[in-house]
């Protein structure tokens, strides 16, 4: 019963779904009040029944209903709870679902937090979610319907696959999703205001916050998914440039654009036709992820199971809202307006360096991964194009756009003056050049590429010292300089605070790649191996059962200097459902190394191979993505937002009232 | 004016690789053998370990190379065709047994009949290598002059033997030997 | 292994290397041979997997190759024969590297290309977007209201 609630229930929220998409819009380019009045209550009541929707597959999971395929295939009566109810995105249907929950979701959020917008605005913004709702709950309808039947109903199901069996399962799709479907608030916005002509200022500070938490949710979301691999996969990588992995990578580097155009179009209403063209293309590349990952074109070991008629699918639709979309911004983008003047150097002039090398890296990014296919698509062979072309090519393109993070926060708006900043800079330069010369060495061995990472990073930090140490001398008033650092915005806090995560992950990524150590050994119990200063001694294996499978689980006894410290329990597992066997890594994390262990494979004699890795560093990788993460967070507190939104508000609530006489409603808004 | 067109047609391009790429299979990977030299082999046979098989054997003659093992779950789908072609006698269908048990092997010939002249001993799958086989069952038919003239990746179903296999042997055979 | 001799005392307990308590043995027989076989089967792709590196993957066609790059390597093979050895029997999917051929200059030199590209585009745009923007300047009035609004008051201001 309840998978048809369900089913129905999408079917609803589809019809919910036309009417939202097609009537506002409309509606707004011929002054229909009541169509325009249609955009918010669709678009909840569409959420409301897609939550429904979701719940009943969640139920089913939840209570082991086998009757229901998606459910078969993906779970198992010995699944832990919180497994089960993870397996409700761990397919192609299931992850669809998610999807269309978390496009309702920001469908529902913009309707209720847009109060202070204009009515046309926010119905076209609605509408234009509503159409790509309306592919998404269409294309499960037709193709791939989480709510299958199978008769006859099998006694247990498939189980899920042992590699999603782990808490990362349970958060890194929502949050990816939350933040690749989130872009759309941001494409729609762009839409909106083409179609509507208006596209100023006050249009970039409303996209803005709705662009930063997408953004934010994304880094937190690409975080989770390379920890996890990290802690999974037994080797300790944690990016391999997979097309999957590249697909949420792509949009994230353009959103990072995206922002930072906002900024621009919002303080100085310039690059207006440009964060347009971005916003558009960000979502884009979401939509994009979404066909690459489903419809078989590439090998990657996260796509779901290829069926060319989803494919087919998938492509029409991508080709009727990105080509539809890029139409519009032809048509319109021009009439945009231009915005203010400014010289080939000043910040405006940085910020648009920033976003030519964040656009090109994507780009970058994009060629790599859909080379294999352009190849062979035109009769040339097969050839594989993986992490070292990527390495090769994406770091020297983010080391400039790096090096400029130092740069245009000191530069002036409008005009700004190359040797008054260099004047400036000077000795956060010779520092950062100084000390990163200088500090391989104390670790060890001197690395060119090391000092290079380092060098970015503390320019990112000197930098930062400086504009910020300006600031404060800058502000007027008889002050302590405690309470000028208060004065200053959160908006600027935000952005040092992501840019200083920035730093913490080029330190992360720099550190590790050139001084991790690794010891592939056979271990007898008794034997030890050492690595950075840590003795790893075994002490062999005991047999374990988990609720789904068997383990062979292994001490390893920790030591420093002689005194133990820690103890490491690395594991193989066999799980009994699908027979699948998978090494369970070992992890003493630390702050400022990793310890990692992972075991290899039995050997004659109660002896094991073991794989030793000492990870200096790390945890900055992911600990800088979550600094990037909260700085959006603090830059999202901002009082203005606030603040314009309400005094907007009251100038919308006294307009909408119609008995109040124009002439008293005009001197009423006067205030700036 | 024309810019702002730009992102579309980049866009349509693309579109059209992901259309065609719809139709192509990323996980097939053709031969890098073609046109080449069939490497040369010399393994033991499996129902008689004393006599050896060497590719050079079959100069003169088109045969077909097929890599299989007791373990490969599509050999078995495969299987009942293999009887149908080498029935036929079109042509002369060997089997590379590929890093398999002997006693497995026979017995999964036992139980399924042996379509194959012989079949080769490949223990551990180091001949196969030279092959490019990456996974079985792979394919190869080879002419007369001992050159690989096509090589198929998974079980040889009817519509390939029909539409490919098939007219590229008698093809082959009415070219006679060269040289 | 590390050339520098500037390791200050300090650091040196803290980041040391072997110590001669250690008696696991190394699966490898070769410990540099070994680092070397890690190095280029990482480069290379495992034909049976969905996407995975040589090095990294448990498959068994990976197993022979490993084993048969090791034995190449120990026969004094260097890394291009061993190379060339693979792509003439797989082909050049195997290579997560392509070579830089005729059909892959676009992939190799796209980026650099587009950098140019876009950076030569920005500083033109840039040049001919500030000799088109006639601003007005600014009037008595304008100047005056901006002033006033400027002014540090005591009441609040956005």
Redesign the interface.
């Known amino acids: 019963m309840i998978p048809e609630i369900g089913q129905f229930a999408l079917t609803i929220a589809l019809l919910l779904a036309l009417t939202q998409a097609t009537l506002p819009l409309i509606g707004a380019s011929r002054g229909h009040r009541t169509w325009i009045a249609l955009a918010v209550p669709t678009g909840q009541a569409q959420f409301v029944f897609v939550a429904i929707a979701f719940g009943c597959l969640a139920y089913s999971f939840i209570t082991n209903d086998f009757s229901v395929l998606n459910v078969a295939t993906n779970s198992n009566s010995q699944l832990p709870l919180h497994y089960r109810l993870a397996a409700t995105w761990g397919s192609h249907e299931g992850s669809l679902l998610l999807w269309a929950l978390m496009l309702a979701l920001w469908t529902a959020a913009v309707s209720l937090f847009s109060r202070h917008l204009p009515e046309e605005m926010v119905a076209r913004v609605l509408s234009v979610m509503g159409i790509i709702s309306v592919g998404f709950l269409l294309f499960m309808l037709l193709t791939s319907n989480p709510f299958t039947r199978l008769f006859p109903v099998p006694i247990d199901g498939r189980d899920l696959n042992p590699l999603l069996q782990d808490p990362g399962m349970v958060v890194h799709p929502p949050m990816l999703y939350m933040g690749y479907v989130g872009f759309s608030v941001a494409f729609a916005f762009a839409i909106a205001a083409l179609i509507g002509g208006r596209l100023d200022a006050t249009w970039a500070r409303w996209s803005r916050p709705w662009t930063t938490v997408a953004w934010m949710f994304l880094t937190c979301g690409i975080a989770l998914g390379s920890f996890w691999a990290y802690y999974e996969?037994g080797?300790g990588?944690w990016w391999?440039w997979?097309?999957v992995e590249n697909a949420s990578f792509m949009p994230w580097l353009i959103g990072t654009a995206l922002i930072h155009s906002l900024a621009v179009t919002e303080k100085r209403g310039g690059f207006k036709?440009w964060t347009v063209?971005l916003a558009?293309?960000a979502f884009?590349l979401s939509l994009l992820g979404t066909?690459l990952v489903r419809?078989?074109?590439?090998?990657?070991?996260h796509?779901f199971a290829a069926d060319?008629k989803r494919?087919?699918f998938i492509?029409a639709f991508?080709?009727l809202v990105?080509?539809g979309s890029?139409?519009l911004?032809?048509?319109r983008?021009?009439q945009v307006g231009?915005g203010?003047?400014?010289?080939?150097v000043s910040r405006e002039?940085f910020l648009?360096?920033n976003n030519?090398?964040l656009?090109?890296?994507a780009?970058?990014v994009l060629?790599?991964t859909?080379?294999?296919?352009?190849?062979?698509?035109l009769g040339?062979?097969?050839?594989?194009?993986?992490?070292?072309?990527f390495n090769?090519?994406f770091v020297p393109?983010m080391a400039p756009a790096i090096f400029l993070m130092g740069i245009g926060p000191l530069a002036r708006w409008k005009k700004a003056s190359l040797p008054d900043l260099v004047t400036r800079l000077r000795w956060a330069f010779v520092i950062s050049v100084l000390s990163a010369l200088a500090l391989p060495?104390?670790?060890?061995?001197?690395q060119a590429l090391v000092s290079l990472g380092l060098m970015l990073a503390i320019w990112i930090v000197t930098s930062a010292v400086v504009n910020l140490r300006e600031r404060v001398r800058v502000t007027?008033?008889q002050l302590t300089t405690f309470q000028k650092l208060r004065m200053q915005s959160r908006s600027y806090y935000g952005m040092q605070l992501a840019h200083l995560g920035v730093a913490v992950f080029v330190v992360g990524v720099t550190m590790v790649t050139g001084?991790q150590?690794e010891?592939?050994?056979?271990?007898?119990p008794g034997?030890?191996?050492?690595?950075?200063?840590y003795?790893f001694k075994?002490n062999g294996t005991t047999n374990v059962v988990g609720p789904n499978y068997q383990a062979a689980r292994a001490e390893i006894i920790v030591s420093r200097?002689g005194t133990e410290i820690e103890r490491m329990h690395p594991e193989k597992r066999n799980y009994t459902a699908r027979g699948d066997v998978m090494t369970e890594t070992a992890i003493d994390s630390g702050l400022f190394r990793d310890l990692y262990v992972s075991l290899?494979e039995p050997v004659s004699g109660g002896a094991w191979?073991?794989r030793v890795y000492y990870k200096p560093f790390v945890g900055w990788i992911w600990g800088g993505a979550l600094l990037m993460a909260l700085g959006g967070g603090v830059a999202l507190t901002d009082?203005?937002y606030a603040?314009?939104a309400r005094k907007e508000r009251e100038a919308r609530a006294v307009v909408k009232t119609p008995e109040v006489p124009a002439a008293v409603a005009a001197s009423v808004q006067m205030e700036? | 004016m024309l810019r702002y067109l730009v992102p579309l047609g980049l866009f349509l391009v693309l579109v059209v690789f992901l259309a065609i790429g719809l139709g192509r299979d990323p996980h097939v990977i053709p031969s890098a053998l073609i046109n080449k030299a069939a490497p040369t082999f010399r393994l033991p046979q499996l129902k008689d370990p004393a006599k050896t098989f060497s590719a050079e054997d079959m100069r003169g003659k088109v045969w077909i190379l097929n890599v299989w093992a007791s373990w490969c779950v599509a050999c078995r789908d495969e299987h009942p065709w293999l009887f149908e072609y080498a029935r036929s006698g079109a042509v002369p269908i060997y089997g590379l047994n590929y890093k398999d048990q002997r006693e497995d092997a026979l017995a999964w010939l036992g139980e399924l009949g042996d379509p194959y002249v012989l079949s080769a001993v490949d223990l551990d799958g180091r001949v196969a290598i030279d092959y490019g086989v990456y996974g079985a069952p792979e394919s190869y038919v080879i002419d007369q002059n001992g050159t690989i003239r096509l090589k198929h990746v998974g079980p040889l179903t009817p519509d390939i033997w029909s539409q490919k296999v098939l007219p590229l042997v008698q093809d082959l055979n009415r070219q006679g030997v060269t040289k | 292994m590390s050339d520098s001799r500037l390791l200050p005392l300090l650091f040196l307990c803290f980041f040391s290397l072997f110590a001669v308590t250690a008696n696991a043995q190394p699966t490898a027989d070769d410990a540099a041979l070994e680092q070397r076989l890690n190095r280029l089967s990482q480069e290379l792709r495992c034909l049976q997997c969905q996407n995975q590196t040589l090095a990294d993957s448990p498959a068994g066609l990976a197993e022979d190759l490993r084993r048969e790059i090791r034995a190449q390597m120990k026969a004094g093979k260097s890394d291009k024969e061993i190379i060339a050895f693979l792509t003439e029997r797989y082909g050049q999917f195997i290579l997560y590297r392509p070579r830089v051929t005729g059909v892959t200059y676009l992939l190799w030199f796209g980026p650099f290309a587009l950098l140019l590209g876009g950076l030569t585009l920005l500083f033109r745009y840039i040049k001919q977007r500030r000799d088109s923007i006639s601003e007005q300047p600014l009037t008595a009035e304008d100047r005056r209201r901006a002033e006033e609004m400027l002014a540090p008051s005591g009441k609040e201001t956005a």
């Open positions: 996969l080797w990588g391999f997979d097309p036709s063209l558009i293309s884009s066909f419809s078989g074109v590439l090998t990657s070991v796509t060319p494919g087919v492509l991508l080709v990105i080509g890029l139409v911004y032809a048509w983008a021009k231009l203010g003047k400014f010289e080939v002039s648009l360096s030519v090398l656009a090109v890296a780009g970058s060629l790599g859909l080379y294999p296919l352009i190849v062979d698509a040339m062979g097969k050839l594989s194009v993986g992490p070292p072309y090769l090519v393109l060495f104390v670790f060890g061995q001197w007027s008033g001084y150590l010891q592939d050994v056979r271990m007898q034997d030890t191996v050492n690595a950075g200063g003795e075994f200097n290899g191979s073991v009082r203005r603040l314009a700036p």
